[in-house]
T-cell receptor
Framework: QQQVKQSPQSLIVQKGGISIINCAYE??????FPWYQQFPGKGPALLIA?????SEKKEGRFTISFNKSAKQFSLHIMDSQPGDSATYFC????????????FGSGTRLLVRP | GAGVSQSPSNKVTEKGKDVELRCDPI?????LYWYRQSLGQGLEFLIY????????KSGLPSDRFSAERTGGSVSTLTIQRTQQEDSAVYLC????????????FGPGTRLLVL
């Protein structure tokens, strides 16, 4: 059972464009929604995160939009750069057991120069 | 300070052999997690430690998988009688405390079972 669904699987964006990655969840027991960035051969690194009592969070070029009623959240990368080319994972944390992260399947982003 | 470290970085083994994967969390972090990332897939939770105890082992795929943590620090994930489907990247993460939101990941151990 896939608790966090992520789309698209892959994304190609021109330099300077906006990259948008979407995630949806079913379980209302989630209390924290991070996005991780992973480069080849490296472990995931926290990029930005949001709690469900906030509808939007912005850090530099990265913005999370959160829609609690729709159980959806998205990552927007403004002014995308070739250095942003990586795999992005959304996740949700279970607050009712062990605080483990449930990950989406990942989006491979390629930003063309 | 140092981040989460894992060893070995790569491991090639033959089907049926046992392997041990090591994780050194960030100093002072009481919560430790193991995840598995299969090729092209998302991360799958395996086990969670709070201190030396493992209150959540629900993600371990079979009884061939076990893990322990000693001294509230280093953790070892052991896979017995490895199978080809065990081939994956095994990632360790730690956080200051379970309720503390940020989990910091190590670089992973890439396991290939021939």
């Amino acid at each position: 059972q896939q608790q966090v669904k992520q789309s698209p699987q892959s994304l190609i964006v021109q330099k300077g464009g906006i990259s948008i990655i979407n995630c949806a969840y079913e379980n209302t027991a989630f209390d924290y929604f991070p996005w991780y960035q992973q480069f080849p051969g490296k472990g995931p690194a926290l990029l930005i995160a949001i709690r469900p009592d906030v509808s939007e969070k912005k850090e530099g070029r990265f913005t999370i939009s959160f829609n609690k009623s729709a159980k959806q959240f998205s990552l927007h990368i403004m002014d995308s750069q070739p250095g942003d080319s990586a795999t992005y994972f959304c996740a949700a944390r279970r607050m009712d057991s062990s605080y483990k992260l449930i990950f989406g399947s990942g989006t491979r982003l390629l930003v063309r120069p | 300070g140092a981040g989460v470290s894992q060893s070995p970085s790569n491991k090639v083994t033959e089907k049926g052999k046992d392997v041990e994967l090591r994780c050194d969390p960030i100093s002072g972090h009481t919560a430790l997690y193991w995840y598995r990332q299969s090729l092209g897939q998302g991360l799958e939770f395996l086990i969670y430690f709070q201190g030396n105890s493992a209150p959540d082992k629900s993600g371990l795929p079979s009884d061939r998988f076990s893990a322990e943590r000693t001294g509230g620090s280093v953790s070892t994930l052991t896979i017995q009688r490895t199978q080809q489907e065990d081939s994956a990247v095994y990632l360790c993460a730690s956080s200051l405390a379970p309720v503390q939101e940020t989990q910091y990941f190590g670089p992973g151990t890439r396991l290939l079972v021939l």
